[in-house]
């Protein structure tokens, strides 16, 4: 099993950065593909990024590609989001997810097995 804690959420300018990180507990971080999503109030979960098992590959929803990045440390158990060029429809709650049955992850968030709590972004105009 893995347990997942997301941290720094916070309030941000549009046009700032901000990076997320997602510790994972348990020795096997390696073998899962992790996956970033958020939810906004009134919406469904959306898919932001996921990066594969070892960090080699990673792709993006369309609406944060080229601004937003994942990363990953095995050795830290750690992955980052970073955020760059925010805009006020960011603001969402942002969830990382682990998915241990593929090498790199779903856009779909059914495919992920764990999550963690969330942080919140909040991006102010």
């Known amino acids: 099993q893995v347990q997942l804690l997301e941290s720094g959420g916070g309030l941000v300018q549009a046009g700032g950065s901000q990076r997320l990180s997602c510790t994972a507990s348990?020795?096997?971080?390696?073998?899962?593909?992790m996956g970033w999503f958020r939810q906004a109030p009134g919406n469904q979960r959306e898919f932001v990024g996921t990066?594969?098992?070892?960090?080699?590959?990673?792709y993006y929803a369309d609406s944060v590609k080229g601004r937003f990045s994942i990363s990953r440390d095995n050795a830290e158990n750690k992955s980052y989001l970073q955020m760059n060029s925010l805009k006020p429809e960011g603001t969402a709650v942002y969830y990382c997810?682990?998915?241990?049955?593929?090498?790199?992850?779903?856009?779909?968030?059914?495919?992920?097995?764990?999550w963690g709590q969330g942080t919140q972004v909040t991006v102010s105009s």
């Open positions: 990066i594969s098992r070892r960090g080699g590959t990673s």
């Open positions: 348990g020795r096997t971080f390696s073998t899962y593909a």
């Open positions: 997810a682990a998915d241990g049955q593929h090498s790199i992850g779903s856009t779909s968030p059914s495919e992920y097995e764990y």
